[in-house]
């Protein structure tokens, strides 16, 4: 009951954030980095209370967040660019068809480089978007 209720959470936040339905490969994988990251999340690390003791990587928390991190990064620009080529190809013209990323999307189109103070707009997207997750 408890992995039935943890996949439903998880599908409807992703459907919310992305609006993908994912076939069973690319959802597994999906889901099994999200966990991994929401489980490291709560994870307790030495090195948090000890920064001294940091470069022990204790229990190996800090070498598996850098993959799990590389991984969502992936995820994140592979879904990313799924979404800005359906723009540009103008299958999301429906208003009541756009999710949180197309949402993002549209909001950093007109913006001017000065107004994002030097960062990507790739960047702000898809980190906003890992927030949205917690």
């Given amino acids: 009951m408890k992995q039935w209720f943890e996949n439903l959470a998880l599908t ?3 459907r919310m954030l992305f609006g993908k339905e994912h076939d069973f490969e690319e959802g597994k994988r999906a889901r099994n980095v999200m966990t991994n990251f929401l489980k490291l999340l709560g994870a ?3 090195a948090d209370f000890i920064p001294s003791l940091r470069w022990l990587d204790i229990g190996g ?4 967040m850098k993959k799990n991190a590389k ?3 992936y995820i994140l620009e592979k879904w990313l660019v799924e979404h800005k080529k359906k723009r540009s190809c103008g299958e999301n013209k429906c208003e009541d068809d756009k999710d949180f990323m197309d949402i993002m999307l549209s909001l ?3 913006a001017m480089d000065e107004d994002l103070a030097g960062f990507d707009a790739d960047t702000i997207i898809k980190s906003t978007c890992l927030v949205s997750l917690l």
């Fill in 71 to 73: 991984e969502i990064d």
């Fill in 108 to 110: 950093f189109e007109d």
């Fill in 12 to 14: 409807i936040i992703i």
């Fill in 44 to 46: 307790f690390v030495v």
């Fill in 61 to 64: 928390y800090e070498k598996e």
